[in-house]
């Protein structure tokens, strides 16, 4: 009988990929922290840009990606606590760098909202199919510059446009190939699990 419970619970609508999990606090708590690390962890997969304060790292695509597997409100919350714990010091941000004082603040702070909008659109169901995850990483990485970029203008001094070419224009090819791998990744999930929208 229990094992019957589990695919109509993952029918549901509102299901992401962490709610396949048995429901606990403990597993929620988990989770949060999880995505936590995994977001410290890719973020030192970095590479410094010539010309630019802000490096290519793993960070956002692992923001996007918590996000989108666990949910608005878990996603919200893991990084949260990936900005929280690194402002307080642990060198967790690209470059093994942390505080808040630095030019590519702004976009972690834009990688906390977006995974909290890419959260809300996988409970609709925007994990479910390569064309709804594109246009949802898609999303999620505007939001990212849409915060990132203007923080990025304020902290150096830059004009808007020198921020654009510095902090917007390097990251384009390199966006396009994390959705390309969020877009194979995730929907496979759910095939995987035989729970395709």
Known sequence: MSTAAAPVRSLRA????????PASRT???????????LTGLAAQLSVPVPGSPVPVSGQTFAALLVGTALGARRGFLA??????????????????????GM???????????????????????????????????VLGSA?????GVPYLALAT??????????GLTPFLIGDAL???????VLPTAWKLLGREG
């Open 79 to 100: 990084l949260a606590l990936y900005a929280v714990v690194g402002m307080a010091g642990v060198p967790w941000f690209a470059q093994a760098t942390s505080g808040y």
């Open 14 to 21: 509102g299901t992401v990929l962490a709610d396949l999990l």
């Open 143 to 147: 939001i990212i510059y849409a915060v």
């Open 178 to 184: 994390k959705a390309a791998l969020a877009m194979g």
């Open 103 to 137: 030019p590519s603040f702004g976009y972690i702070l834009g990688m906390i909202l977006a995974s909290t909008v890419v959260g809300a659109l996988a409970r609709r169901g925007a994990d479910r199919s390569v064309p709804r995850t594109a246009g949802a990483m």
């Open 27 to 37: 597993r929620d708590i988990a989770l949060v922290v999880g995505g936590a690390a």
């Open 157 to 166: 001094g830059m004009s808007l446009g020198q921020a654009v070419a510095a």
